[in-house]
């Protein structure tokens, strides 16, 4: 996982430093749009804490495609987990409102349950829709469809889709 993450951040390196300063640099970030997800949860027990920073580049006003990174704390009784995330994301709006998304996300768990630790990593292959409710803000339903109940740490291969992107 480790050599992934390297990886992952020296591509992002390259691609940061290897801009040059003309006009092409500035098309560029003007069609970069940035967002993710922020999480925080308590309850009985309980404590969850969850961030997801994404980034997308618009090809033009049909087509985006754009990468992510997450990570994910939870703690419940005596279960820790910790869920490290890359993720692949295109977004297709075909027309104004609707907001059609593959996103194909590699998780890393990593879970510890009174002292004694476990790893497992697993993909995951969202097909999504979603309503725009503006240029910035879409929200809808997304489908695992490699979910396994047995290896996955979600409880439904169905989830919500809020995004938001500046």
């Given at each position: 996982m ?11 390196s390259?691609?940061?430093?290897s ?33 997801s920073p ?8 049909k087509f985006?495609?754009g990468?992510g ?11 820790k987990?910790n ?6 994301l295109?977004?297709f709006?075909?027309?104004n ?17 009174e002292?004694?630790e ?17 240029d910035?803000?879409?929200?809808g339903?997304?489908y ?11 409880a439904?291969?169905i ?8």
């Amino acid at each position: 996982m480790r050599k992934l993450l390297l990886i992952i951040t020296l591509f992002l390196s390259l691609l940061t430093f290897s801009q040059n300063e003309n006009d092409d640099t500035n098309t560029f970030w003007k069609n970069v749009r940035f967002g993710g997800g922020l999480g925080l949860g308590f309850g009985n027990n309980t404590t969850t804490f969850a961030i997801s920073p994404t980034a997308v580049y618009d090809f033009n006003e049909k087509f985006s495609l754009g990468a992510g990174v997450g990570y994910q704390y939870s703690k419940r009784d005596n279960v820790k987990s910790n869920v490290f995330s890359v993720s692949l994301l295109s977004l297709f709006n075909p027309i104004n409102n609707i907001q059609l998304s593959v996103e194909f996300e590699q998780l890393f768990l990593n879970q510890s349950f009174e002292g004694v630790e476990s790893q497992t990593s697993y993909p995951a292959l969202y097909l999504g829709g979603a309503y725009r409710v503006s240029d910035n803000v879409s929200l809808g339903v997304r489908y695992d469809v490699l979910y396994n109940s047995s290896g996955s740490i979600y409880a439904s291969a169905i989830s919500p889709i809020v995004r938001v992107f500046f």
